[in-house]
């Protein structure tokens, strides 16, 4: 199925999303995409372009961005953190050089730099300088290990120090079979953040935490730490998002869509010690006779968990305006928009 939004999807909208969603977003987890920068080839294992099915557009830039929001979030102004897709195989310097024109002139909207754990500290800087990156966007596949990858085999510690000294983001999808619930990344991540306390770590999917239990073993641990964020971007469970907004500060937590990636219809599901994006292929596979079989956007399952983990709480509009909008603003800037630091 395509991305034009579905008789389901335009339901859900409606009666759930529509009243629901403030009028500004900012949506600080959203990737940019061309093929142009994928080296891989049409018949690498695994496929590179999993979400074709569910975006399929060869090229996703600004203005793709806009009317994808525009069809998902009708009547919302986006502003974006926006970063090369992970390819496997990537042209990085054309990715990065794309990426900085998808964002050049549209502050408050930023770019981060997408990095390969083996490149120069010199290279990274002079990149961020002739780009304005905002910071980095290290991953998993260019580890060596890109399951039991630690923090510092995505982002060795010489582009830690730098990311320091310049005061940047680190946008940060843990590694590991149990994400925070690894012991590892819990003391890798308490380590960095003391030495190096200017960084600014965007904990992505709540800490990888798309279902509750891996946050639940690790929050007491992580939360009074002043320089961890967190997105909560492919989560759609509403109970990851109560622990969130109970034990986590409020300020810190953001909206991000992780598109194209969260076009796709379907959700997480959580199993045993695990999870996974269930897809429509899944779905089909399964043919639940029982119900409405079909899925809607995996981002609209986000925020279907949002509003109801907010209606828990009982939160009026100045924390939801935060959630969906003040907070990235201020993870990006420091401060404002109209709110203070
Ligand atoms: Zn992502």
Redesign the pocket.
Known sequence: MGMEPTDLDRRIWEEELAEFLPSRLFDA???CFSEAFCLSKPDDDPPEHKMTDACPMPVIGRDELTRIYDMVFPGRTVDRLL?G??FRRVDFDGHNAFTAAQVAGQAPSAGLMLVHPQFTVDKVASEIDHHGFMGLKPYRWYADDEVGCRITDMLPEPLIELANDRGLIV?M?LGGRLGIAEEQNVRDLLDLATRYPNVRWDL??MARSSIAWPLERSIERIRDVPSFWYDF??VTYSDVLTLGFRHLPLDRIMF?T?FP?DLVRGTMVSFGLGWEQLAEDDIARLAPAHCDPRPTYTVYETLRAARRAIGFEGFGKKEIEDIFYGNAYRFIHGSGPDSGP
């Open positions: 987890h959203v990737h970063f897709w992970v946008m999808h992505a999917h971007s492919s991000g992780d990636c």
